[in-house]
């Protein structure tokens, strides 16, 4: 038995690394792709145009799926038949599989993250929400995927641009409120700078109560708030909220030395107390006038001893 | 014509560098506050140069107890205890009064002692009370991601809000009595003079020194 026992040469040993290093850095990336593309499903629904025609209104309802989108999605590790368990054997699927019912809440009940996102909670603001509560017949089916697609949701990250997270948060609510943009409807004309608060605020942020995290009981238009003060104030909902995400994001992405300089979390009116100001202003303008008097007596005096000297 | 080192070169840059950051967060703070205020600047610069401004005088900060330790210079901001409350009279009724009166001004600034009582208790409030209080506010805004969300039961962010804004008027209220204070010089520029030259005292200085003595 012979052994080759040479030591690698630094050249080849570096190649060898940077290639190991290039690998691990695209894997990630080519295993996602993989997970969805694995799924059977996809086959069919990732066809653009699969759909079918509702019998009962004769509306077109779309199948089909984004596999990019799934591939970031929130579930893009999840096998299809995770969530749509039973009757998919058959082709074309029954239709009474359209009446599956799939909750979010009874899946993630032993999820880790309900610690943090509070699902139980979730749930019951959802019930108490205008989406529940409402006799709408348009919201008669109203569920968690109505505004969360569980083939496309991912929650928010830091690092996420914030602009894109309220455009995002926002398209969500518009998708089926689209006539709020309606230049001719005056439902959120009262707001000054409309369209710089809809660029930088979620609707939530208005149309839920306040909470410390982002609450899921969305208010009728009439119950939403329409006091500034609630954001430009000591208590900033926005300070406290989606804002401090902001500074947070902006530390991790630049750094805390370069957030010193282009943070831009200060709201409005938060550092605002109209007592301080008034009595503030006050002592400042009557300090001001003592000046202007011990400066006019001094004025005189020096005209005075000016005379006298002559 | 007589002249006496007073300030020297580093206290002169620092204290001009300081007056500069101040102007420009007084500016820009009141911008802020005061958002959508006509003549005022527009709320994203005015935020750029407050944050910049803000960090800079800090470090200002740093660097004069810095020197304050290492040179003498710090000894100057100290009263004696030994008859402060009657040099504080003295000065106070002056100001007040003797002013008026064309009394002599009981303080002559000279390398021994460069300010008066009042100037002293002013400097030392302003730069060892409300200075620390203005940067550990100013960082609490900055890096409020990292704060409690309330202190003592109280949201800890409008604590922080509300210790910068009163130190802010506070300081404003010193600038603008230090301002006028230093026109009560030997002269009515002597002082200021004195900030620019380092030197102090001038033959009108002088004469009118002696005239007041006389």
């Known amino acids: 038995m012979t052994h080759h026992c040479s030591r690698p040469r630094p050249t080849r040993w570096l190649a060898g690394a940077l290639l190991a290093l290039v690998t691990s850095l695209l894997a990630p990336a080519a295993s996602a792709v993989e997970t969805a593309r694995d799924h059977d499903c996809l086959r069919c629904h990732a066809m653009s145009t699969l759909a079918y025609r509702e019998p009962d209104s004769g509306e077109i309802r779309s199948l089909a799926l984004d596999p990019q989108q799934l591939d970031h999605s929130v579930h ?233 000297d002559r | 014509m007589s002249t006496s080192p007073l300030y020297p070169l580093w206290l002169r840059v620092w204290h001009w560098y300081n007056a500069a950051l101040f102007l420009a967060l007084v500016v820009s703070g009141v911008s802020m506050h005061y958002a959508g205020t006509a003549w005022l600047l527009g709320f994203n610069q005015a935020v750029a140069i407050h944050n910049v401004s803000g960090s800079l005088l800090a470090l200002g900060w740093i660097a004069f107890v810095l020197a304050n330790l290492k040179s003498d210079n710090g000894r100057h901001y100290l009263p004696r205890p030994r008859g402060l409350v009657r040099d504080l009279w003295v000065q106070a009724r002056y100001y007040a009064y003797g002013i008026f009166r064309d009394e002599p001004h009981p303080f002559h600034a000279g390398p021994a002692a460069k300010f008066n009582v009042l100037q002293q208790l002013s400097y030392l409030g302003a730069m060892y009370l409300l200075m620390p209080l203005l940067i550990l506010s100013g960082l609490g805004f900055l890096f409020s991601p990292q704060l409690p969300e309330t202190l003592l039961g109280i949201s800890s962010l409008w604590l922080v809000a509300m210790t910068h804004v009163l130190t802010s008027y506070l300081l404003v209220l010193f600038l603008l009595v230090h301002v006028y204070i230093i026109t009560i010089g030997d002269s009515l520029t002597a002082n200021l003079r004195a900030m620019l030259t380092g030197e102090h005292g001038t033959s009108d200085d002088t004469q009118e020194t002696d005239r007041h003595a006389s």
């Open chain 1, 76 to 308: 893009a590790e999840l096998a299809c038949s995770d969530c749509h368990a039973r009757g998919y054997g058959r082709y074309p699927h029954r239709a009474r599989l359209t009446d599956e019912q799939l909750g979010c809440v009874e899946c993630h009940a032993d999820d880790p993250a309900d610690a943090t996102y509070r699902l139980d909670r979730i749930a019951e603001e959802f019930d108490a929400s205008v989406h529940a509560t409402s006799d709408h017949h348009k919201l008669r089916q109203f569920d968690c995927h109505s505004c969360h697609d569980p083939h496309g949701f991912r929650a928010s990250q830091v690092g996420d641009d914030l602009g894109a997270i309220v455009r995002r948060d926002n398209q969500t609510c518009l998708d089926c409120h689209h006539r709020v943009t309606d230049p001719l409807r005056g439902s959120h004309a009262w707001l000054p700078q409309r369209d710089a608060h809809w660029a930088a605020v979620r609707c939530i942020d208005c149309h839920t109560p306040s909470t410390p995290q982002a609450s899921h009981q969305i208010l009728a238009a009439a119950d939403s708030s329409k006091r500034c003060v609630a954001c430009h104030s000591r208590d900033s909902r926005l300070r406290e909220g989606l804002y401090r995400y902001r500074l947070a994001q902006d530390q991790a992405e630049h750094g805390w030395l370069a957030s010193l300089v282009r943070n831009d979390a200060y709201i409005v009116g938060m550092s605002r107390s109209p007592l301080l100001d008034a009595l503030s202003l006050t002592i400042l303008a009557l300090v001001a006038l003592v000046i202007a008097l011990h400066g006019y007596g001094r004025y005189r005096l020096a005209r005075r001893r000016k005379e006298n």
